[in-house]
Protein backbone atom coordinates (compact mmCIF):
# COMPACT_ATOMS: atom_id res chain seq x y z
CA UNK A 1 0.00 0.00 0.00
CA UNK A 2 1.08 3.72 -0.58
CA UNK A 3 0.20 7.26 -0.68
CA UNK A 4 2.05 10.10 -2.33
CA UNK A 5 1.60 13.65 -1.54
CA UNK A 6 3.79 15.99 -4.29
CA UNK A 7 7.17 14.07 -3.64
CA UNK A 8 6.41 12.73 -0.47
CA UNK A 9 5.93 9.04 -0.29
CA UNK A 10 4.07 6.75 2.44
CA UNK A 11 4.17 3.45 2.21
CA UNK A 12 3.30 -0.03 4.05
CA UNK A 13 4.78 -3.39 3.54
CA UNK A 14 3.21 -5.78 4.05
CA UNK A 15 4.44 -9.57 5.79
CA UNK A 16 7.00 -11.43 3.39
CA UNK A 17 7.89 -8.33 1.20
CA UNK A 18 11.69 -7.97 0.87
CA UNK A 19 13.64 -5.10 1.74
CA UNK A 20 15.69 -3.32 0.39
CA UNK A 21 14.01 -4.77 -2.81
CA UNK A 22 10.41 -3.62 -2.08
CA UNK A 23 11.93 0.30 -1.93
CA UNK A 24 13.79 -0.39 -5.04
CA UNK A 25 10.56 -0.80 -7.17
CA UNK A 26 8.98 2.78 -5.92
CA UNK A 27 10.13 4.88 -8.35
CA UNK A 28 11.74 8.05 -8.14
CA UNK A 29 14.94 9.04 -6.20
CA UNK A 30 14.33 10.24 -2.83
CA UNK A 31 15.32 10.07 1.09
CA UNK A 32 13.96 7.83 3.65
CA UNK A 33 13.30 9.51 6.79
CA UNK A 34 12.05 7.13 8.49
CA UNK A 35 10.38 3.55 8.96
CA UNK A 36 8.84 1.36 12.10
CA UNK A 37 7.37 -2.17 12.15
CA UNK A 38 8.55 -5.68 12.18
CA UNK A 39 11.59 -7.53 10.24
CA UNK A 40 12.79 -10.81 10.32
CA UNK A 41 15.63 -13.00 8.60
CA UNK A 42 17.66 -9.13 8.66
CA UNK A 43 21.25 -9.29 7.33
CA UNK A 44 23.29 -6.27 8.95
CA UNK A 45 26.41 -5.53 7.26
CA UNK A 46 29.70 -3.56 8.34
CA UNK A 47 31.84 -2.06 5.67
CA UNK A 48 35.51 -3.20 6.73
CA UNK A 49 37.03 -1.11 3.76
CA UNK A 50 36.82 -4.36 1.65
CA UNK A 51 33.59 -5.68 2.04
CA UNK A 52 30.77 -6.26 4.39
CA UNK A 53 31.20 -8.38 7.49
CA UNK A 54 27.42 -9.68 8.07
CA UNK A 55 25.24 -10.58 11.05
CA UNK A 56 22.11 -12.31 10.59
CA UNK A 57 19.24 -12.27 13.06
CA UNK A 58 16.61 -14.84 11.79
CA UNK A 59 13.97 -14.24 14.06
CA UNK A 60 11.91 -11.45 13.93
CA UNK A 61 12.81 -7.98 15.08
CA UNK A 62 11.41 -4.95 16.14
CA UNK A 63 12.26 -1.91 13.39
CA UNK A 64 13.09 0.55 15.68
CA UNK A 65 14.65 2.92 12.75
CA UNK A 66 15.14 3.09 9.18
CA UNK A 67 16.75 5.73 7.19
CA UNK A 68 19.16 6.36 3.77
CA UNK A 69 18.18 7.15 0.37
CA UNK A 70 17.19 5.98 -3.03
CA UNK A 71 19.43 6.85 -5.98
CA UNK A 72 19.74 6.16 -9.50
CA UNK A 73 22.85 3.72 -9.76
CA UNK A 74 24.73 2.48 -13.16
CA UNK A 75 22.30 -0.89 -13.34
CA UNK A 76 19.45 0.94 -12.08
CA UNK A 77 17.43 2.44 -8.79
CA UNK A 78 20.23 1.62 -5.43
CA UNK A 79 18.47 1.49 -2.25
CA UNK A 80 21.00 2.36 0.63
CA UNK A 81 19.82 1.62 3.57
CA UNK A 82 20.70 1.73 7.47
CA UNK A 83 19.22 -0.38 10.00
CA UNK A 84 18.57 -0.48 14.27
CA UNK A 85 16.49 -3.19 15.19
CA UNK A 86 15.29 -4.64 18.97
CA UNK A 87 15.41 -8.09 19.95
CA UNK A 88 13.28 -9.22 22.89
CA UNK A 89 14.71 -8.08 26.08
CA UNK A 90 16.03 -4.87 24.52
CA UNK A 91 19.07 -5.82 22.87
CA UNK A 92 19.62 -3.62 20.13
CA UNK A 93 22.00 -4.10 16.97
CA UNK A 94 22.51 -1.44 13.76
CA UNK A 95 24.20 -1.65 10.57
CA UNK A 96 23.59 -1.49 7.35
CA UNK A 97 20.45 -3.41 5.63
CA UNK A 98 21.69 -5.94 3.19
CA UNK A 99 18.18 -8.04 3.46
CA UNK A 100 15.11 -8.60 5.16
CA UNK A 101 11.82 -9.94 5.46
CA UNK A 102 8.74 -7.88 6.71
CA UNK A 103 7.58 -9.37 9.43
CA UNK A 104 3.55 -8.18 10.36
CA UNK A 105 4.10 -5.10 8.80
CA UNK A 106 6.71 -2.19 8.12
CA UNK A 107 5.85 1.67 7.37
CA UNK A 108 8.17 3.45 5.58
CA UNK A 109 8.36 7.57 4.83
CA UNK A 110 10.20 8.51 1.22
CA UNK A 111 10.49 12.15 0.95
CA UNK A 112 11.11 13.20 -2.47
CA UNK A 113 13.84 15.80 -3.35
CA UNK A 114 11.95 18.11 -6.22
CA UNK A 115 15.28 19.82 -8.15
CA UNK A 116 17.67 17.43 -6.93
CA UNK A 117 18.69 14.29 -8.85
CA UNK A 118 20.25 11.21 -6.44
CA UNK A 119 22.71 9.35 -8.83
CA UNK A 120 25.34 6.96 -7.56
CA UNK A 121 28.99 6.30 -8.98
CA UNK A 122 31.51 3.49 -8.09
CA UNK A 123 34.17 4.86 -6.25
CA UNK A 124 37.31 3.69 -5.58
CA UNK A 125 36.38 2.32 -2.22
CA UNK A 126 34.50 -0.50 -4.02
CA UNK A 127 31.18 1.40 -3.02
CA UNK A 128 28.71 2.94 -5.19
CA UNK A 129 28.41 6.62 -3.76
CA UNK A 130 26.33 9.42 -3.87
CA UNK A 131 26.94 12.15 -6.62
CA UNK A 132 23.80 14.89 -5.97
CA UNK A 133 23.16 17.00 -9.02
CA UNK A 134 20.95 19.98 -9.34
CA UNK A 135 18.15 19.79 -11.81
CA UNK A 136 18.12 22.23 -14.74
CA UNK A 137 15.84 25.09 -14.26
CA UNK A 138 15.74 24.40 -10.34
CA UNK A 139 16.44 26.88 -7.52
CA UNK A 140 20.60 26.48 -7.16
CA UNK A 141 21.96 25.19 -3.93
CA UNK A 142 23.16 26.87 -1.01
Known amino acids: MKAQSGAN ?24 VCGVGMLREVV ?3 WDGKGYREKTIP ?3 ELLSLQGNIGEGPEG ?6 VVV ?8 GGHLLSAAVHNTAEVLVVGVPGVRLRRRPEPTGLLGLHPEGVEGSAPAR
Not at 12 to 29: C, F, M, S, T, Y
Not at 77 to 82: A, E, G, K, R, T
Not at 86 to 93: I, L
Open 9 to 32: LVVRLQDGERLPEALRDLGPAGVV
Open 44 to 46: LGF
Open 59 to 61: EPV
Open 77 to 82: MVVHLH
Open 86 to 93: GKEGGEAW
